[in-house]
């Protein structure tokens, strides 16, 4: 068993994958920890939408059976996990908040959650999403303070890790979907590359822009995650082959660096965010530097405000594109915004999109040039600590990196003393080096003080 | 989202083409609605700052490669 003192629902992915290798952990008891952490948190967290415990039970006797038989054991053996309701999942409804979908129940799951089954891992049960994992609110609260946005898309997957619901949930991001709800909710969000996780049975949003990722207590628990669901799928015609995409190296985190991370400061970044932000900023870059990281500023090559009108064409007219037949098909079935943002989008005309299309591989040049020399771009993950809850909060500092396509990552970096609420940094690196972004980010990560359960979650 | 110029003709000229749009497709009572109305002011001053973008005609133009 785990040190006493650790509650089984404070286990990350990484320790309880370890403790139930070593048999120091039954995978039974940790799914009864967790669902009874659902049944007494959850009222408050609103963060899953379905739970699925007789399945996860026998998943978890089975996993606990091949520990004990001395099988081989996947990476992420008997490890739980929560999904975005926009997963498709064998048996259990997949409705991605639209009540048209309240009884759509997929007979395949969604790639990720295969390639996560077969690394040992437990689907414990489905995360809520804003609808269709777009802008319009969802009901569940954010931790830290249930007056503030948890963040979207991926608000019941950030949210449910953040109150030691699960230990890590699969999210997707178009503009900023997981790192945000990763930076308002105080746990570690990745999105790698795009085209470097399969899509097929995922809900599309924005199909060049959707990217697979993950929500986490740590670094390590993202490399984890990322080593059992990459790799090409030919069934996702946006999954790019290994002959293209650069494979990923074996990574261990805790082995010592050769030497401490080139990072390069944002200018552009910094100039749109808060006072309080740009200042936590410069003072975590500070600290990096005084622990021996190369520190520099740099530009992203290209002005911000071209790059958020790029994404802003490319979003709305993909969005409108997969979803306005639906609108015809289930009228008044979508929220507010995704309606209109639908609407509009039909009427942006073809060459302004392809137009955009052009000059977002302008862009991505620009941005590989940023990178010249650096490990990692370094920038706050929001322009501010989480809003009201009337919005799913500002994509500005995520979106550009969806746009490229490049591999980002939210690294908790501090609590907002005066409003209790987590502060986050951001890191991102060139196509297909998540291997640098990990090590970078879990090199930063031993810099920085442990971030702490929310107060009313510990 | 990009600040928008509220006084430049070339994007007040996407907004009332949106607006025409908007009327023709989804009818008068539909585009006055306000979060349309404020979602039109961001759609114009996107399209209107790609619009402003020179880029050099490439010849081949590539197939969409995202990363």
New interface residues.
């Given amino acids: 068993m785990p040190d006493t003192a650790t509650a089984l629902h404070e286990l990350s992915a990484t320790q309880a994958a370890r403790l139930i290798r070593s048999q120091e952990l039954s995978p039974v008891e940790l799914v009864e920890a967790l669902l009874a952490r659902a049944s007494s948190v959850d009222p408050r967290v609103q963060a899953w939408v379905t739970l699925d415990p007789e399945r996860a039970l026998v998943a978890a006797r089975a996993a606990e059976g091949a520990v004990t038989a001395g099988a081989a054991l996947g990476p992420l053996h008997g490890v739980p996990f929560g999904a975005k309701d926009i997963f498709d999942s064998e048996g259990l409804p997949t409705a991605a908040g639209f009540k048209p979908y309240a009884s759509r129940v997929p007979t395949r799951d969604a790639e990720p959650i295969v390639r996560l089954k077969k690394a040992g891992a437990i689907l414990l049960g489905k995360m809520v999403t804003t609808q269709f994992a777009y802008a319009d609110p969802s009901r569940t609260r954010n931790p830290w303070d249930d007056s503030r946005t948890p963040g979207g898309s991926s608000s019941g997957s950030a949210a449910g890790v953040a109150a030691r619901l699960i230990p890590f949930a699969l999210g997707s991001q178009t503009a900023g979907s997981v790192l945000r709800p990763a930076a308002y909710n105080g746990v570690v969000g990745l999105k790698p ?3 470097r996780v399969s899509k097929r049975g995922v809900l599309p949003l924005a199909w ?1 822009l959707d990217h697979v990722g993950v929500l986490a207590r740590s670094v390590s628990d993202c490399a984890l995650f990322l080593a059992a669901v990459a790799g090409h799928d030919p069934e996702d015609p ?1 999954s ?1 082959p290994s002959v293209i995409a650069e494979p990923l190296p074996p990574m261990n985190l805790d082995a010592p660096r050769a030497a401490a991370p080139r990072l390069g400061v944002v200018r552009e970044a910094l100039q749109i965010s808060t006072d309080r932000l740009r200042e936590h900023t410069l003072k975590v870059a500070s600290q990096f530097e005084a622990a021996g990281a190369q520190v520099s500023e740099v530009s992203l090559g290209e002005s911000l ?2 790059i ?3 994404q ?2 490319t979003m ?1 007219t993909e969005l409108a594109t997969v979803h306005w037949q639906l609108l015809e098909q289930y009228p008044g079935s979508h929220q ?2 995704l309606r ?2 639908i ?7 073809g060459v ?1 999109y392809l ?5 977002r ?2 862009i ?1 040049e620009a941005m590989r040039r940023s990178l010249d020399g650096i490990d990692a771009l370094l920038l706050p993950t929001a322009v501010d600590v989480a809003p009201g809850r009337e919005t799913t909060g500002d994509t ?1 500092l995520q979106a550009p990196f969806s746009l ?3 591999p980002s990552l939210s690294l908790p970096s501090g609590v907002l003393e005066s409003e209790g609420l987590p502060l986050a940094t951001q890191l991102v690196a060139l ?2 080096q998540e291997a640098t972004l990990l090590q970078t980010a879990r090199w930063c990560e031993a810099q920085l003080p442990l971030m702490p359960a929310p107060p009313a979650f510990a | ?3 928008h110029t509220d006084d430049d003709p070339a994007r007040e000229a996407v907004l009332d083409e ?1 607006r025409r ?2 009327i023709e ?2 009818g008068e009572e ?1 585009a006055a ?1 306000r ?2 109305q404020l ?2 002011e ?2 114009a ?3 209107w ?3 402003q ?1 020179p ?1 050099e005609p ?1 010849g081949h ?2 197939v ?1 490669r ?2």
């Fill in positions: 590359t795009y085209g060049s946006a790019v405000d071209l958020l009108a790029v802003h064409v709305q507010p915004r209109a943002n609407e509009v989008g039909r009427l942006v005309p302004v137009h955009a299309q052009r000059l591989r302008r991505r500005s490229v396509g490049f196509p297909w | 989202m990009p600040e949106l749009n908007a497709t989804y539909r609605e979060l349309l979602l039109m961001s759609t001053t996107a399209i700052r790609v619009s973008e880029i490439s133009e590539p969409s995202h990363a």
